[in-house]
């Protein structure tokens, strides 16, 4: 059938359709918690493209775009709509932080014996976890830990910091918390800071306007779990026209 029309908030992800790299488009209405459409390939001109076929009032609804740091998808964004709709949600940025907090835990691992390393990821999945959600064992280790490890305690200290900003209401202070924030993370002599520092740099304007609009794309995120399974027990679903039929009606299309 016809695809949705498109509202003011839509979610833009993709999702592999077989092994390797073969990849569709998925495009959801964040408010409704309805799909949209879901079209062949992930290249910014897959996605003018379909964005082109739409009528054009149907275009000026869209007020919010929520995506990743795919850059496909942002160059399709900016030609399309301009470059003050796009968001780039907490989740995807958080992301990349813990990434390079477990850089930082690696490089420790690698200074550890068999048994040290093991207690050390035991806490793994409590390092980012307030004081008052860990038991006073786990606070006393994680404590130890940092202390035996400046690096570790910096970047820690930091992941922490960039969670709290998410928290942030306002807008002009949230942007200048985060201006430095980058560059807490550009003068730290960890490699995995400094890098995360050109990531934000690079994105900067898409996540500070999470602040003033709040969509996250787990709608999206959701649907593409959903896919995988729907995919799982189609054996793949082969032909595109079928494939993107069951999708978008266990998905909720009409």
Not at 80 to 105: K, M, N, T
Not at 117 to 136: G, H, M, P, T
Not at 184 to 207: K, N
């Amino acid at each position: 059938g016809r695809p949705r029309q498109l509202g003011r908030v839509i979610g833009i992800d993709d999702y592999s359709r077989r092994k390797g790299h073969r990849y569709n488009t998925l495009i959801v209405d964040v408010e409704t918690g309805k799909p949209i459409v879901t079209f062949k390939g992930r290249r910014a001109d897959d996605v003018v493209a379909w964005f082109r076929s739409r009528p054009q009032e149907e275009l000026a609804r869209v007020e919010v775009m929520v995506a990743d740091m795919a850059k496909p998808y942002a160059a399709a964004i900016k030609e399309v709509f301009g470059d003050q709709v796009q968001v780039i949600d907490r989740f995807h940025v958080v992301q990349q932080a813990v990434e390079a907090l477990d850089a930082v835990l690696r490089a420790v691992k690698n200074q550890l014996d068999p048994d040290e390393a093991k207690e050390l990821k035991k806490l793994r999945k409590r390092w980012l976890k307030s004081s008052d959600q860990l038991n006073v064992d786990e606070v006393i280790a994680r404590y130890d830990w940092c202390r035996r490890f400046p690096a570790l305690r910096e970047t820690l200290n930091w992941v922490q910091a960039l969670r709290k900003w998410f928290d942030r209401i306002y807008e002009k202070p949230a942007r200048e918390a985060l201006l430095k924030l980058i560059e807490r993370a550009r003068q730290s002599a960890q490699e995995a800071l400094q890098r995360i520092a050109g990531t934000l740099t690079r994105w900067f304007e898409p996540i500070v306007r999470y602040i003033r609009n709040r969509y996250t794309n787990g709608i999206t995120e959701g649907f593409n779990n959903k896919i995988k399974l729907i995919q799982r027990m189609a054996y793949g679903l082969r032909n595109e026209h079928n494939r993107r039929k069951r999708i978008l009606a266990w998905c909720g299309a009409p």
